[in-house]
C-alpha cells in the first residue's frame, strides 16, 4: 500500500508530501504520524506540502487534525511551503487552520521548531 | 438576383467613379473631428468599401449581410469603426459612413431607372445601406467595449503593486474600493510575492481604501489568513480614525490582526520583528 515517509529528525519528524493527497492515504498518514510522535518521543513535526497542488476540504481538515492531534501529543506542527493557489483555496473553504504553525519553506520552518523548542 | 437588385448593381458598376465622387463630398460635409490628413485614408476605404459591395450585390446575396459574400465589406466596416473607436468618434459619426451612401446613390438611381423601376430599386438600396448602418453602429459598440474591459483589466493591474520595502518586509499599498474580484487579484498577487521574494512580514496598507465595510473587512481577513498560511505575518497599516470608528460600530472584529495607524509604524514593527533596527548615523564633525 501507497505511504507517505516520515522522516526522523533528531527529535523533530519530517513528513513530505510528494504525491497526489487521496482520501485513504490522509487517514493512513495520520495512522502512522500519531504513532510514531509516541515511538520516537518527537517535540516537533514539520509537514512540507510544497508539491501539494490541490486541496478539497477533506484534506484540508485533515491537516488541521493532524495538527491538533499531535498537539494533544505534545508535538508542535508547523505547515511549511504552502502553494498560494492551496492558501486561497483553503481560505474560501473557511480553513484558515487556526492553531496550526506556518512557514514558508523547510529550513524556516525548522527554525521555528527549534526557537519554540530552545 | 431580382430585378431590383439587378437594376441597384447596374447603376453601381456604370457610375461607380461618380457615385464615389458624390459619396466623398457628402462625407467631407459631415462635420467631424477627423483632420484633413485622414482624407486620403477616407478615399481609399471609400473606393474598397463600394467594391466590396458592388462583388456582394452580384454575388446574389443582396439581402444577406451577414452572408459569406459580404465577408469583405463587414470586414473594411469594422476595421472602421474600430479604429474611429478608438480615436474617440461618436457612433453617429461612424455610422454616417454608410448612410452617407444613401444621397448619391438615389440621385444616380433616380437618373437611370424609370419610375416604375425606381421605387424597387430604391427601397432595395434603402435595406441594404441600413443593415450595413446598423452593423457598423454595432462593430463600433463592441470595439468601444473591448477599449473599456481592457482599461478595466489594466486598472486592475495598475492598483494592486506588490513592494520589496526591505529584505524580508513586503508592502501592499491599496488604492481604491475593494470588491471580491479586485481581492482575489490583491490576494493572488500578494502571495505570489511572498513565495517569490521569499518574504515573512507583508504589511497591507489601506490609506487609499475610501470606505471599509463588513465586506471589505471580511476580504482584508481572508487576504491576512492566507497569507498566514503560507507563512507570513500581515500587518494591516493606515487606518484612518474615521475607519477606525466604522470597524468598530459595524462590529468587525480585527483583534486576530496586527493593526497600525501608519504605514511608519507598521514598518518599525516589521523591523524589530526581524531582529533590525534603523539608528541615526554618528554626526559628522
Same mark, same amino acid.
Given at each position: 500500500?501507497?505511504?507517505?515517509?516520515?522522516?526522523?529528525?533528531?527529535?523533530? =519528524?519530517? *513528513?513530505?508530501?510528494?504525491?497526489?493527497?487521496h482520501?485513504?492515504l $490522509?487517514?493512513?498518514?495520520?495512522d502512522?504520524?500519531?504513532?510514531?510522535? *509516541?515511538?520516537?518521543? $518527537?517535540?516537533?513535526?514539520?509537514?512540507?506540502?510544497?508539491? =501539494?497542488?490541490?486541496?478539497?476540504?477533506?484534506?484540508?481538515?485533515?491537516?488541521?487534525?493532524?495538527? $491538533?492531534?499531535?498537539?494533544?501529543?505534545? $508535538?508542535?506542527?508547523? *505547515?511549511?511551503g504552502?502553494?498560494?493557489?492551496v492558501?486561497?483555496?483553503?481560505?474560501?473553504?473557511?480553513?484558515?487552520?487556526?492553531?496550526?504553525?506556518?512557514?514558508?519553506?523547510?529550513?524556516r520552518g525548522?527554525?521555528? =521548531?527549534?526557537?519554540?523548542?530552545? | 438576383?431580382?430585378?431590383?437588385?439587378a437594376?441597384?448593381?447596374?447603376?453601381? !458598376?456604370?457610375h461607380?467613379?461618380?457615385?464615389?465622387?458624390?459619396?466623398?463630398?457628402?462625407?467631407a460635409?459631415?462635420?467631424?473631428?477627423?483632420?484633413?490628413?485622414?482624407?486620403?485614408?477616407?478615399?481609399?476605404?471609400?473606393r474598397? #468599401?463600394?467594391?466590396?459591395?458592388?462583388?456582394?450585390?452580384?454575388?446574389?446575396?443582396?439581402?444577406?449581410?451577414?452572408?459569406?459574400?459580404?465577408?469583405?465589406?463587414?470586414?473594411?466596416?469594422?476595421?472602421?469603426?474600430?479604429s474611429?473607436?478608438?480615436?474617440?468618434?461618436?457612433?453617429?459619426e461612424?455610422?454616417? #459612413?454608410?448612410?452617407?451612401?444613401?444621397?448619391?446613390?438615389?440621385?444616380?438611381l433616380?437618373?437611370?431607372?424609370?419610375?416604375?423601376?425606381?421605387?424597387?430599386?430604391?427601397?432595395?438600396?434603402?435595406?441594404?445601406?441600413?443593415?450595413?448602418?446598423l452593423?457598423?453602429?454595432?462593430? #463600433?459598440?463592441?470595439?468601444?467595449?473591448?477599449?473599456?474591459?481592457?482599461?478595466?483589466?489594466?486598472?486592475?493591474?495598475?492598483?494592486?503593486?506588490?513592494?520589496?520595502?526591505?529584505?524580508?518586509?513586503?508592502?501592499?499599498?491599496?488604492?481604491?474600493?475593494?470588491?471580491?474580484? !479586485?481581492?482575489?487579484?490583491?490576494?493572488?498577487?500578494?502571495?505570489?510575492?511572498?513565495?517569490?521574494?521569499?518574504?515573512?512580514?507583508?504589511?497591507?496598507d489601506?490609506?487609499?481604501?475610501?470606505?471599509?465595510?463588513?465586506?471589505?473587512?471580511?476580504?482584508?481577513?481572508?487576504?491576512?489568513?492566507?497569507? !498566514?498560511?503560507?507563512?507570513?505575518?500581515?500587518?494591516?497599516?493606515g487606518?484612518?480614525?474615521?475607519?477606525?470608528?466604522?470597524?468598530?460600530?459595524?462590529?468587525?472584529?480585527?483583534?486576530?490582526?496586527?493593526?497600525?495607524?501608519?504605514?511608519?509604524?507598521?514598518?518599525?514593527?516589521?523591523?524589530?520583528r526581524?531582529?533590525?533596527?534603523i539608528?541615526?548615523?554618528?554626526? !559628522?564633525?
Open positions: 500500500m501507497e505511504r507517505i515517509p516520515i522522516l526522523r529528525m533528531g527529535r523533530f =519528524l519530517l *513528513v513530505t508530501i510528494q504525491v497526489d493527497m482520501d485513504q $490522509a487517514l493512513t498518514l495520520q502512522d504520524l500519531t504513532q510514531r510522535i *509516541v515511538a520516537d518521543r $518527537a517535540r516537533g513535526v514539520l509537514m512540507d506540502i510544497s508539491s =501539494l497542488d490541490v486541496v478539497d476540504s477533506f484534506i484540508g481538515r485533515m491537516i488541521s487534525n493532524i495538527a $491538533a492531534m499531535s498537539r494533544v501529543l505534545d $508535538a508542535q506542527t508547523v *505547515v511549511v504552502m502553494q498560494p493557489a492558501a486561497i483555496t483553503l481560505v474560501e473553504l473557511g480553513l484558515d487552520l487556526a492553531g496550526v504553525r506556518t512557514a514558508l519553506n523547510v529550513e525548522m527554525a521555528l =521548531l527549534q526557537q519554540s523548542e530552545a | 438576383m431580382n430585378t431590383a437588385t437594376a441597384l448593381a447596374e447603376t453601381l !458598376r456604370k461607380e467613379s461618380e457615385i464615389l465622387a458624390d459619396w466623398l463630398k457628402e462625407q460635409a459631415v462635420p467631424s473631428r477627423r483632420n484633413a490628413v485622414h482624407e486620403a485614408e477616407t478615399r481609399t476605404l471609400s474598397d #468599401f463600394l467594391n466590396a459591395v458592388q462583388e456582394a450585390i452580384n454575388g446574389g446575396a443582396a439581402d444577406d449581410i451577414r452572408g459569406a459574400a459580404w465577408s469583405r465589406a463587414r470586414d473594411l466596416l469594422s476595421e472602421l469603426s474600430a474611429r473607436a478608438v480615436h474617440g468618434q461618436s457612433p453617429s461612424t455610422a454616417m #459612413f454608410v448612410f452617407s451612401l444613401k444621397q448619391p446613390l438615389f440621385t444616380w433616380r437618373r437611370d431607372l424609370e419610375a416604375d423601376k425606381l421605387a424597387e430599386a430604391l427601397w432595395a438600396a434603402t435595406l441594404v445601406i441600413d443593415r450595413l448602418g452593423f457598423t453602429t454595432e462593430a #463600433f459598440q463592441k470595439s468601444r467595449e473591448d477599449v473599456i474591459q481592457r482599461q478595466q483589466r489594466e486598472l486592475l493591474e495598475l492598483s494592486t503593486p506588490v513592494v520589496e520595502l526591505w529584505d524580508g518586509i513586503l508592502a501592499l499599498p491599496l488604492i481604491g474600493t475593494l470588491d471580491s474580484g !479586485r481581492t482575489q487579484v490583491v490576494m493572488e498577487s500578494l502571495l505570489e510575492k511572498i513565495v517569490q521574494s521569499g518574504s515573512t512580514i507583508a504589511i497591507i489601506i490609506t487609499g481604501v475610501p470606505t471599509v465595510d463588513t465586506l471589505v473587512a471580511q476580504h482584508l481577513m481572508k487576504t491576512v489568513a492566507a497569507a !498566514r498560511l503560507m507563512g507570513a505575518d500581515c500587518i494591516i497599516s487606518i484612518r480614525p474615521q475607519i477606525a470608528q466604522t470597524i468598530v460600530h459595524l462590529g468587525v472584529d480585527l483583534s486576530a490582526v496586527t493593526t497600525k495607524a501608519s504605514l511608519a509604524d507598521a514598518f518599525m514593527l516589521a523591523l524589530r526581524l531582529g533590525s533596527r539608528e541615526a548615523a554618528p554626526a !559628522r564633525v
